[in-house]
């Protein structure tokens, strides 16, 4: 059994050397601190370099992510902020982020958090109770509406989408807004963006654009012909209107995209693309990045699918953001190991 049947299931679960680049309704504001803040951090931040991590798809593996925690302590800690894209606990349950919450106060760790919504935050509806998997009986009593109210308690925000700052960096975060199989029973865990949600990543990327500043984008589903994997047929279909986003995403040379879901390894080399949109103005494209995962790695296995890496696996990124240049590291927090790093010349900075 492949691991999208396994999922499906059970609910569980130059640039430089060092990368490959391939060309491949109303406006809702963000939140007046967010914004304040991030404009704040932009006056006081000066021309140094700011130094912030990315992880992605804990579902649920608290040991490893508290090695994770540790290893990027010691490594950045004075970091700006750790973003999280997506699959924060293995089905959804309050108890479950509940658990992630007392892994964070075990360990020192940044006080900035952006959290990405991953498709694991949906599958309370597969089970009778916690210990039972009942999926012939989908949803058992579960709502949709109760699926982001548990993620929204716990990110502390009423929407999917948000904005907040890593010291000066602005950090946007995106989400589905519907899990698909209640709205159709032939989909499960494709991505609905609302007009709301385009129209406030259209409108973010411009204003930060007029200012010259790179934009992190974080999303848990990887856009289809980017990173590692998204070739493969088990991640072609991922959105239901990628060519919107691409289209948004695709106007801009200083907005970096991380996408986790495929848990594929950092040691590929096409870990980072530059990602080209026709139609777009930009022949330069937009940056693309694969946060590989915390619990369990895979990879191409050569027949159209893939395979699970052997041995310990718990992956991650460094960030940093200098004036002229964005270095990307990536890391193997199981062995306390930088893996490589790629550099991106600003567009900002000619």
Known sequence: MDRRSFMATTGRASLLAGGALTAGAALTAPPASAAAAAEKDERRGGGGTVRFNVISDIQGDLADFGKALDDLHRINPRS???????????????????????TLRRHRHPKNLAWAIGNHEFYVPKYSD????AQETWPNGTTEGSLFRSFYNFAGRNKVYSETSFGGVPVLTLGTERYAHYHDAKLWDEVWISDAQFAWLDDRLAHWARRRKPVMVMTHHPLPNTVSGTRNKLYLGDYLQPDRLLSILGRHKDVFLFSGHTHWDLNLSDWVVRRVVPGTGNLDGFTVVNTAAVQTGWTDDGKGGEVAVGGAFNQGLQVEVGPRTVVIKARDFSTGTWLKQLTVPLHTAA
């Open 80 to 102: 700006a902020g750790l973003g999280i894209a997506g699959d924060i606990t293995p089905r959804g349950y309050d108890f479950e982020y509940a658990d992630v919450r007392r």
């Open 130 to 133: 916690p210990d039972t998997l």
